[in-house]
């Protein structure tokens, strides 16, 4: 009875996970010309912080805001992004889902 009508739980998990495997293709595809992942990877541009750990020192509401409005996080010599609404949320969600720390 309980199992029968089991349904696959609707918590945000279930929609998140997609998006982050769309986030990270965004990001392999944009980013990682420049940032690492991780902080123990060897730099690829000592001035570009690695993605692990930039929603640490920046807020991903606002980090979300300025993808949105076409990305100005500050990249000096950063190309222009424009991943509409969704795949902004993507690339966001990717990246909280690989912070280390806090
Ligand atoms: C052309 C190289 C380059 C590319 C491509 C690039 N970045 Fe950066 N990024 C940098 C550099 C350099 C900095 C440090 C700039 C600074 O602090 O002024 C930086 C900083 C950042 C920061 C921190 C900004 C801050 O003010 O603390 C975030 C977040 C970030 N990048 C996200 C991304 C994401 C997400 C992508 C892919 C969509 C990306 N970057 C692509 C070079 C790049």
Redesign the pocket.
Known sequence: MLAACSQPTTAPDTQTEPMIAEGKV??AE??L???VLSPDSAPI?A???P?SQ??G??NSES?ADD?REG?H???????D?D?GPRGTDA?IAY?KSIQVGD
Not at 73 to 79: A, E, L, N, Q, R
Request: aromatic content about 14%; some cysteine; proline content about 10%.
């Open positions: 965004l990001v944009n980013c010309s420049c940032h541009r001035d570009a912080p993605l930039v929603l020192n920046y980090l993808f990305i996080v500050g990249h000096p010599d950063m190309p992004f991943f690339v990246l």
